[in-house]
């Protein structure tokens, strides 16, 4: 199961489209205080979009909603669903991530089996309501080499204001790759920051691989 290195988060259709348009492959529905119906319409419009690019669906959150529409996988807070639970709903061939803010959070995410684990905060950000203690690059650095010292090689997704600039600086510390919203979503050109965002990942990994 290959897991992106650049996640696209967003709570609309046409950014969906418009990061699509720009190279990304991974898209993030990330719905709050939505009702049912209107959540599973978004869902809906965003999996469209998915389906014409190639992309992958993760629904944030609401297992149930991504086994009823037939998304690739969710992923899950603190506060959600366990991935355990998630597993046995959705079956061996969905994608479950889980977010994480310590070390501890990451041994407790691969002992339930998740594919993929979103490491944050990087900085401050708006999108998140209640935010955890913010990481930076030292942060990043530390946990990723407690990882490696306890063999885990489950894929880290730095997440948490990250912005084009960042790129470099986040990936040196040796997550599998980003997770990004207001800078692409927030953008005066979303495509163009977009493709931006895809051509700086790729550079990096070309250069370090």
Known sequence: MQISNLHFITDRPEHAEQACRGGVRW?????????????????????????????????NDNPGLAL?????????????????EARVLLGPSKIIGGTANTFADIE?????????????????????????????????????????????????????????DDVALVLSTLVHGLAVSGAIGGATDPTAAAKELVEHVDFWRVDHE
């Open 27 to 59: 898209v993030q529905l990330r719905v709050k205080n939505a009702a049912p119906d209107q959540w599973r319409q978004l869902a809906l419009d965003t999996q469209a979009v998915c389906q014409r690019y190639g992309a992958t669906l993760i629904i």
């Open 68 to 84: 009823e529409i037939g998304a690739e996988g969710v992923h899950l807070g603190k506060q959600d669903m366990s991935p355990i």
């Open 108 to 164: 407790q995410l691969v002992q339930a089996g998740v594919d993929y684990i979103g490491l944050g905060p990087f900085r401050f950000t708006t999108t998140k309501e209640k935010l955890s203690p913010i990481l930076g690059l030292e942060g990043y650095s530390s946990i990723m080499q407690q990882c490696r010292e306890a063999g885990i090689h489950v894929p880290v997704v730095a997440i948490g204001g990250i912005q084009n």
